[in-house]
């Protein structure tokens, strides 16, 4: 499995999550712009460049958080980690096992 077919498997499920507890959809896959399918092809490689439990979703949300500064800079969870919402906390831990378990069952190239 190549990073971009995982990066899209990570949207998906991050946007199914999204809707399931009533917050607004994510674009489609095809109506991302490039630095927002960077940050996923991005966070990927992080989780790939650590052991599988060094990874925690306080990094994720640092790595994220840099992007943000540039690409989203009024967004509402540009904050440190521990002031986050607990669903924010939690999106940020599904993105670190999504890619996690997707990791353990497929080699990624």
């Known amino acids: 499995m190549t990073k ?4 899209k498997i990570l949207h998906g499920m991050m946007a199914v999550f999204r809707e399931g507890i009533g917050e607004n959809p994510y674009p489609k896959w095809e109506d991302l712009d490039q630095p927002t399918i960077d940050l996923y092809l991005g966070a990927i490689g992080l989780v790939q460049s650590y052991e599988y439990h060094s990874v925690t979703p306080n ?18 969870s540009l904050i440190p980690f521990d002031q986050l919402s607990p669903t924010e906390k939690i999106k940020d831990q599904l993105v670190v096992s999504i890619i996690s378990a997707i990791k353990e069952f497929s080699e990624i190239s």
């Open 59 to 76: 990094r994720i949300h640092q790595y994220w958080h840099e992007w943000a500064k540039t690409h989203r800079p009024n967004h509402n």
């Open 4 to 7: 971009l077919e995982l990066a």
